[in-house]
C-alpha cells in the first residue's frame, strides 16, 4: 500500500513522475542506456540539464530577465558558504528565523561581519520578526523563506537596497511571489522539486564579480554560469527527476495552479487543529507555514493512541522535529488532498473516541 508521506525530506514528488524516472533507469530516450550510466556530456544529458534550468527560470517568472539558472551539489548548506564566498565582501545582514538561518549565519561570519538584523530565537522561532531596521552599507540581506523545522513562513519580504537572498529549500514553486525582487535564491532539491543530491541555484549575473578576494573555482558562481553548471559531473539523476517535476508542475498550470491546491490542504489541516480540542498549534497563526504545519496534542497521554492510529491509517513521517516535539505535517506540492483528509479523519476520530 503506498503510503501517505508527511515526510519533512526527502519529498514526496509526483507519481508521473516516479514511473517515468524508473523507465529512464532501464532505457533512457531509448537510447539502450540507463540514465544512471549515460555520459554527462551527451547531448541527451546535455538536453536534460538545458531544459531544467530553462523551466526554473520560467517557473519563477524569471526568463529574460538577467538571471541564470545552476544546479550544483553539496545542498543548501554549501550555499551558506557560497553566498558569502561570493558576495560578501565586509557586511550582510541575516534575518534569523530558525536553524538553518543559524547555520547560514555561521558560514558567513568567516568572511565578514554579520548583522542579526532581527531573530524569533527567544521564542524558539515560532514566529517571524517583524517591523525591524535594515541597517544601511550592508553588501546584502538573508532570509529564509520557509523553515521547516518550525513550521513558519515568511508572507511578506522587506524592500531592500541591497541585494536580497533568500533560502527557499522548502517551498520553492510552492506559491507566487515577485521572485525579481530576490538577487539570488537557493533550493535544495530535496524539500519540493525533486530528490537528494542537486540544489537549484538563481542568480542576477550583475551582483557578481564585485569581492576582492579569490574564489576556488568550485565554489565560484561565474564558473558555474560560463560552464552551464557542468563544470564538473552534476547530479544526473536528481537533475532529471527535478526536471520532470517541473515539467509536471507546468502542465499543471505553474505555480499559480500549485499555490491554489496548497492553500486548500493547509487551510483542511489548520482548520482541524483549530477546532479539534486535542490539538494546538506551535507557529504563531499569521505566520504557519503552508508546507510544514507543526502542532501538538493537548493531552499527552493521548500519544500512544494517536500514534498507533495514524501508523495503522498508512500515514508516514509525522513525527516533529526534535527541536520542537510533537508532530510535523509536510504538505509539499505533490502531496495529495486525499492524503491530507486522511491525517485530518484520524485526528477526528481520536476527539470521538477521547
Not at 55 to 69: Q, R, T, V
Request: net charge negative; with cysteine; charged share 25%.
Amino acid at each position: 500500500m503506498k503510503k501517505h508521506n508527511f515526510s519533512a525530506g526527502p519529498c514526496i514528488l509526483p507519481q508521473d513522475v516516479f514511473k517515468e524516472a524508473s523507465q529512464a533507469i532501464l532505457d533512457f530516450n531509448d537510447s539502450g542506456l540507463s540514465i544512471l550510466e549515460i555520459s554527462h556530456r551527451s547531448k541527451d544529458f546535455v538536453d536534460v540539464m538545458d531544459e531544467a534550468r530553462q523551466l526554473a527560470l520560467e517557473l519563477l517568472g524569471l526568463e529574460g530577465k538577467g538571471y541564470k539558472a545552476l544546479f550544483l551539489q553539496g545542498g543548501a548548506s554549501t550555499q551558506f558558504l557560497m553566498t558569502a564566498y561570493n558576495l560578501l565582501q565586509s557586511k550582510a545582514g541575516y534575518i534569523n528565523t530558525g536553524t538553518w538561518s543559524d547555520k547560514a549565519i555561521k558560514e558567513a561570519k568567516l568572511f565578514g561581519e554579520i548583522v542579526e538584523v532581527a531573530s524569533s530565537k527567544e521564542a524558539n522561532f515560532n514566529y517571524i520578526p517583524k517591523g525591524y531596521s535594515i541597517p544601511e552599507g550592508l553588501d546584502y540581506l538573508h532570509l529564509t523563506s520557509n523553515n521547516t523545522i518550525f513550521g513558519t513562513q515568511i508572507k511578506d519580504f522587506p524592500e531592500v537596497d541591497c541585494p536580497l537572498i533568500c533560502d527557499m529549500s522548502s517551498d520553492i514553486f510552492s506559491r507566487e511571489i515577485d521572485f525579481g525582487q530576490f538577487d539570488l535564491i537557493y533550493a535544495g532539491a530535496q524539500k519540493n522539486m525533486g530528490p537528494a543530491g542537486t540544489t537549484l541555484v538563481v542568480i542576477r549575473e550583475d551582483i557578481l564579480g564585485k569581492v576582492t578576494r579569490q574564489i576556488p573555482s568550485m565554489l565560484n558562481y561565474e564558473t558555474h554560469i560560463s560552464k552551464g553548471s557542468m563544470f564538473n559531473t552534476p547530479a544526473v539523476y536528481a537533475v532529471y527527476v527535478s526536471m520532470l517535476t517541473m515539467r509536471w508542475l507546468k502542465k499543471l498550470g505553474g505555480v499559480k495552479a500549485i499555490e491554489e491546491i496548497n492553500d486548500r490542504k493547509a487551510t483542511l489541516l489548520y482548520s482541524e487543529i483549530e477546532l479539534n480540542p486535542l490539538f494546538k498549534g506551535f507557529a504563531a497563526k499569521e505566520d504557519r507555514s503552508t508546507m510544514n504545519a507543526t502542532f501538538s496534542l493537548t493531552d499527552g497521554d493521548l500519544k500512544d493512541a494517536f500514534d498507533t492510529m495514524w501508523k495503522e491509517a498508512g500515514i508516514n513521517g509525522l513525527n516533529g522535529h526534535r527541536s520542537v516535539g510533537g508532530y510535523r505535517a509536510s504538505m509539499y506540492n505533490a502531496l495529495s488532498m486525499d492524503s491530507v483528509g486522511v491525517l485530518v479523519d484520524v485526528m477526528s476520530e481520536l476527539e470521538r473516541k477521547a
